[in-house]
């Protein structure tokens, strides 16, 4: 696609559900990031993806959380047992190779409630 | 790890001023830098990036690095208040992510 598609755009969950997050990259971007951004915070790094294979799952921030990436392209974050905590907007990037600075998607922002 | 610090805001310039945004970092080896604005309630958005020592200037911004004092930073010429915005410090070094700074809001006054 033109630009990184994520969705949904909003997502509203009550404490202990499970949400999943879509991310779609640029094609032809090998390379591709999450990072969590909570409310006058700044960008906290996830986990990095190079084709389907993700190197460092160092950041996820606990066992809740988990990602996958399929056919080089579209990747999901999935949180499970959600907590209050984790509300922030969950923010995906794709890059060419890794090697150049990243375009970012629109976000999703989630609320756990 | 690669700790990135930026000079703390918010920052209030006049429209038509110079906003000067300072970004340091603390991994030798970095070897790229970006520099990205984010709007309130926006995602962040790539403006500038610098790969070597000097002066790197597009339109009204300019990008300049020195990495011997591990030092980045960006100027906004001629400001005008659609530049109101926080601006993010990215450093890229020999591995696969780019660690942000916490970012400096300008707030430009007409």
């Known amino acids: 696609g033109a630009g990184v598609s994520q969705s949904p755009s909003n997502k509203v969950t009550e404490k202990g559900k499970d949400v999943e997050l879509r991310c779609d990259p640029i094609?032809?971007?090998?390379?591709l990031y999450w990072y969590r951004q909570s409310l006058g915070q700044g960008l906290e790094f996830l986990i990095y993806?190079?084709?389907?294979?993700?190197?460092?799952k160092s950041g996820l921030p606990s066992d809740r959380f988990s990602a996958e990436r399929t056919g080089g392209s579209v990747s999901t974050l999935t949180i499970q047992r959600t907590q209050q905590e984790d509300s922030a907007v969950y923010l995906c990037?794709?890059?060419?190779?890794?090697?150049?600075?990243?375009?970012f998607g629109s976000g999703t922002r989630l609320t756990v409630v | 790890q690669k700790e990135v610090e930026q000079n703390s805001g918010p920052l209030s310039v006049p429209e038509g001023a110079i906003a000067s945004l300072n970004c340091t970092y603390s991994?030798?080896?970095?070897?790229?830098f970006f520099w990205y604005r984010q709007y309130s309630g926006k995602s962040p958005e790539l403006i500038m990036s610098?790969?070597?020592?000097g002066d790197k200037e597009d339109g009204r911004f300019t990008a300049q690095l020195n990495k011997a004092s591990q030092y980045v930073s960006l100027l906004i010429r001629d400001s005008q208040p659609s530049d109101s915005a926080t601006y993010l410090c990215?450093?890229?070094?020999?591995?696969?992510?780019?660690?942000f700074g916490a970012g400096t809001t300008v707030t430009v006054r007409a």
């Open positions: 990215a450093v890229k070094g020999n591995d696969y992510k780019l660690s």
């Open positions: 610098i790969y070597s020592n």
């Open positions: 990037a794709s890059s060419l190779d890794g090697n150049y600075g990243y375009t």
């Open positions: 993806f190079q084709g389907n294979s993700a190197p460092d």
């Open positions: 991994d030798r080896v970095s070897q790229s």
């Open positions: 094609s032809g971007h090998t390379a």
